[in-house]
């Protein structure tokens, strides 16, 4: 049950990655996409980034370009590139460069999976930020932006710097909420008369 706090509401972090799971959906992404999309942008905020700002800027993309957005999503989006980079386990050749990426922050969790599976530490550097990974500690400096941004990995010797508590709740603005309800809604069926004819109330027979 979410909390109010500020202007928002404060949610569990399965009851954000409800909401995320179906706002995601309905914006049209695949149950796949909406999956590994909730859990990316909750991974994140569970440590302390943005992960709710990056997934309102992909949603919002996807919907300035519905016609491309498959397109799109399948060779540039931060999510199909860090699904193929945990499920396919490529060789990186460091220094790998990654151009054009949409909300780049939702790669970092598939990073950071890939870093435990090749037991290696990786250092993610773009313009205005940086992050490091070794699977198991994971840091961020800077404030990555959200917009199409170039992302270029390393491999480093030192480990990552140590990672910051873990969170327990989400805090969700008012704009968040809005954001991820306007997407959520379209995943509802249309009530129908036969619909509510079947459902809770009186229906044609009020006996009482």
Known sequence: MGVPVGGGMSYSLSEATALCLKAARGSGMTWGYAQEAAYAAIWLEERGCAGIDALCTLLHTRGRHNSQSGALLADSGPIALGCKLTDLAPDLWFNDTYDGVIAPLLML????????????????????????????????????????????????????????????????????????????????????????????????????
Request: aromatic share 8%; hydrophobic share 30%.
């Open 109 to 208: 969790p598939y990073i950071h999976q890939y870093a435990a599976l090749k037991s290696l530490c990786i250092h993610v550097q773009s313009t205005e930020w940086q992050a490091w990974s070794d699977g198991q500690d994971f840091h961020v400096t800077g404030t990555p932006p959200h917009q199409m941004q170039q992302l270029t990995l390393s491999r480093v010797a030192q480990p990552a710097p140590k990672s910051p508590p873990l969170r327990t709740r989400v805090d969700l603005t008012q704009q968040h909420l809005d954001d991820l309800n306007s997407y959520a809604h379209r995943t509802y069926a249309p009530a129908t008369e036969a619909s509510r004819l079947a459902g809770a109330g009186a229906g044609l027979n009020d006996n009482d």
